[in-house]
């Protein structure tokens, strides 16, 4: 899952780069494309162009030598020759320079003609020259030859005007044909723009539609859940983490949700326990309300048993009685109450005294406390319990020669007291022992029997960590009840 | 990373391939080494612009380059001139339409051809002249199949009239030959009468009018020319005389139409673009020791059911 997690770390970043470095790129590369294709075609396209003055320069000034020519045949000038064949060789470079710009092989085969044709045009001016010069040093017979090797020249010049018109069409054509070429590609150059854009447009729409389901599919998810726990149902609004190309923002936010759907449900468990507790709470309220009915009506018939009495004049069973409804006040007066361990043990006496009358020589009761008592709060009622248990449980079928030692014993160094209620009854195996304190430590307050886990249970809960109680038992020999409690000086006085 | 990395390049891929396709010159330049040919020939009509479209082929085909120079039809001194003015070219061999009873054409020619450059002549034929090459239609053929084709639709037995340009050029003259050769073969096919046109529109028409009125009976007529051909259906149109069995000479637009419209019988085509070729052909062979040839390109019948094989292909010419 980490592993996961880790690798959609700034998915929806990436994406969105990876999506307009395409728009960008693909917009750069076709600018630089156009930008080049149309500089190429335009170069191609002017250079062509460029093409047509040189070659009209050529014709005229081809048209200049021949007048040059014929002023020098009529005038008899060397001058006009000198300036014709310096024209010519004006008008060879005119065509060499248009021989070197030109690509198209019939252009090209159309100049070699001409330049061909130049060459002998040039030759045939030396010819009329030599027969010029013949004609001055013979006369006049040498004019005829001048006229014959004159009319070859304009023979050839006839010849080179005659490819004025195809040569300037040519050029025309070739211009021409350049421009169509663009204009035929440029549609061609649009077509794989458009291509070029719906290819890069399929791409740029699958980058947004990763970008949309990314954010967009943890969303529905999101609010699907949020829809569940509406319902009350939190087993399905929990969601899953299927999907490996989500957002790490959006999985941060399913995280927290997840956790906020789990608390929200441990609270709502919380709540529904804590009424069910207060209910349960209420009903034992009710009981106890209910249960303290009864303690009025007896101790309303112990008084006017012990009003009998006194008429009667049988002054023991008054004792007995004041007695009895003395311990039946306390246990009512300080049922879940804390007293002094002096009350506590005032009262253990009246107890003591009480069931001795029961058992007489029978159980030998002992109560030994050490001077300078530290007079400690204790829950209400500890002792007695312990000591109903030694009678019922140990001493109890003893018919003779029983004991029951509660011995109080103080360590004033180590601010502890420690109480030990021992009988001489017939003890526990040890199996049995280990049943009893089993149950004790694991005593509730469900649990409907009250005796040592009531005990352990309320001295753990006053004394938290600061309490000791063990159950010590031989079988044939009695069982030891040893209870080690340490205490806060300050808080206490002494017992007088 | 990897995805943007590889979409751009395969972008970056497919524009530098478009843009090198685009601007790739397919032109090939000028070799020096390649034969240089001239073509002096006539200008217009498609049989003349097929011939230059077969010089093209050929051209391209066996590298030579062909120079194509026109001169307007029967001005027998320009192509004279234009003729002589190659001797101020470097040539490697010249084309062009010969004419046996000009003499000075003749002249030149030889003149030509002893200056060492071999000249090929295409559409007419002149011995006198001393060409390396004849390239043309075989003529004589030509006539003898145009015969052939009216005595099919005539039943064999009709009267029959010609029209030529003047039976005295000679291709005029063997298409003329070739013609009662093949109307010779079947005894009720006779041949009532030959209209020299002279390539003008009024004299066909005058003659042609004559010719009716002396010779009632005549059901076909083979027009032996391209021109009287065009100019002779609409005058028949006005003269309300559309049921003649009519076979004209090559394959002009409106020449085609009228086969379609089944007022022609059908027209006799010359295999023009394969003269041009088969003369460039030939001056190359030239250079390969072959001195002297004639060559003779076939001719075929367009009726009404080839007729549409050949439309399509006057399209794509154009």
């Known amino acids: 899952m980490e592993q996961a997690i880790q690798t959609k770390k700034n998915f929806t970043q990436k994406r969105l780069t990876y999506f307009f470095i395409l728009v960008v790129g693909t917009a750069v590369l076709m600018n630089i494309y156009t930008a080049l294709y149309s500089g190429i075609y335009y170069f191609r396209y002017q250079s062509a162009n460029r093409q047509i003055p040189v070659f009209r320069q050529y014709y005229s000034e081809i048209d200049q030598v021949i007048s040059s020519m014929d002023d020098y045949v009529v005038n008899e000038t060397d001058s006009d020759y000198e300036l014709a064949v ?70 050839v010049y006839t010849a080179i005007q005659d490819e004025y018109d195809p040569f300037s069409e040519m050029l025309l054509d070739d211009t021409e044909e350049i421009y169509q070429t663009m204009q035929k590609n440029s549609i061609l150059g649009i077509g794989v723009f458009i291509v070029v854009f719906l290819i890069s ?221 021992q009988d001489n009854g017939e003890g526990m195996s040890q199996s049995k022992l280990e049943q009893v304190v089993k149950d004790m430590r694991s005593y509730t307050t469900q649990s409907a029997k009250i005796g040592l886990g009531n005990v352990y249970l309320r001295l753990k809960m006053f004394f938290e960590d600061h309490v000791l109680m063990e159950v010590k038992s031989k079988e044939g020999w009695g069982t030891t009840v040893m209870i080690e409690i340490g205490y806060d000086k300050e808080e206490v006085s002494c017992i007088d | 990373m990897k995805h943007i990395m590889i979409s751009m390049g395969i972008l970056s891929f497919a524009f530098t391939v478009t843009f090198l396709y685009l601007i790739y010159e397919k032109e090939e330049p000028f070799r020096e080494d390649a034969k240089k040919y001239i073509c002096i020939a006539t200008e217009g009509m498609y049989y003349w612009n097929a011939i230059h479209e077969g010089i093209q082929a050929a051209d391209e085909e066996m590298g030579s380059y062909t120079k194509w120079v026109e001169f307007e039809r029967f001005d027998i001194d320009e192509q004279i001139r234009k003729l002589k003015q190659t001797q101020y070219l470097d040539l490697d061999g010249v084309i062009t339409v010969g004419e046996p009873y000009s003499d000075e054409l003749n002249q030149t020619i030889q003149d030509i051809v002893e200056r060492g450059i071999p000249v090929a002549l295409i559409d007419t034929d002149s011995k006198e002249s001393n060409r390396n090459y004849y390239i043309g239609t075989d003529n004589h053929q030509a006539g003898y199949l145009a015969a052939q084709e009216i005595a099919k639709a005539t039943d064999y037995d009709a009267d029959v009239m010609m029209i030529v340009s003047k039976l005295t050029h ?98 006799i085509a010359q295999s023009s673009y394969d003269i041009g070729y088969e003369a460039v052909a030939c001056l190359n062979r030239y250079q390969e020791g072959s001195k002297s040839q004639e060559v003779y390109t076939d001719v075929t019948c367009i009726t009404k059911e080839n007729v549409d094989n050949f439309l399509p292909l006057r399209k794509q010419s154009k």
């Open chain 1, 86 to 155: 310096a024209t010519l060789e004006t008008a060879q470079e005119s065509l060499n320079s248009l021989k070197d710009s030109v690509e198209d092989a019939l252009i090209t085969r159309e100049l070699l003609d001409l330049t061909d044709m130049t060459v002998i045009l040039k030759k045939q001016m030396e010819v009329v020259n030599d027969a010029m010069n013949l004609y001055h040093t013979t006369g006049k017979e040498a004019f005829e030859g001048v006229t014959d090797s004159y009319e070859k020249v304009t023979s």
């Open chain 1, 201 to 421: 447009g399929v791409l740029m729409f699958s980058q947004i539609k990763y970008i949309h389901h990314s954010i967009s599919g943890p969303i529905n998810e999101l609010i699907h859940s949020a829809e569940e726990i509406q319902q009350g149902n939190f087993e399905g609004a929990v969601i899953s983490l299927k999907e490996n190309t989500i957002d790490e923002g959006m999985l941060l936010l399913i995280q927290v949700f997840n956790k906020m759907t789990e608390q929200l449900k441990l609270q709502i468990e919380t709540l529904k326990e804590n009424v069910r507790v207060q209910r349960q709470l209420q009903e034992s309220r009710f009981k106890e309300l209910q249960m303290q009915i009864n303690p009025h009506f007896m101790f309303n018939t112990l008084n006017m048993i012990a009003d009998f009495a006194y008429l009667e004049n049988a002054r023991q069973t008054i004792v007995l009685l004041n007695k009895t409804a003395k311990i039946f006040r306390f246990s009512l007066d300080f049922s879940g109450k804390t007293v002094n361990l002096s009350r506590e043990i005032e009262e253990l006496n009246n107890y003591i005294y009480i069931q001795q009358q029961r058992f007489g020589k029978r159980i030998r009761f002992l109560v030994k406390m050490e001077e300078d008592f530290p007079d400690i709060k204790i829950p209400a009622l500890i002792l007695q319990p312990l000591v109903e248990n030694s009678i019922t449980h140990g001493v109890g079928m003893l018919t003779s020669n029983a004991e029951i030692a509660i011995e109080l014993t103080h360590n004033q160094k180590e601010k502890k007291i420690s109480i030990l209620i």
């Open chain 2, 170 to 267: 000679a291709n005029q003259n063997e298409r003329y030959e070739g013609f009662v050769d093949g109307l010779a073969e079947y005894e009720e096919m006779n041949l009532v009468s030959v209209i020299e046109a002279e390539g003008d529109k009024l004299t066909m028409q005058e003659q042609l009018m004559e010719a009716f009125l002396e010779f009632p009976s005549v059901e076909a007529i083979f027009c032996a020319e391209s021109s009287s051909t065009r100019r002779l259906g609409p005058f028949l149109q006005q003269l309300k005389k559309e049921d003649l069995t009519i076979i004209g000479f090559d394959n002009a637009d409106t020449t085609l139409e009228f086969i379609k419209d089944d007022f022609y019988l059908g027209t």
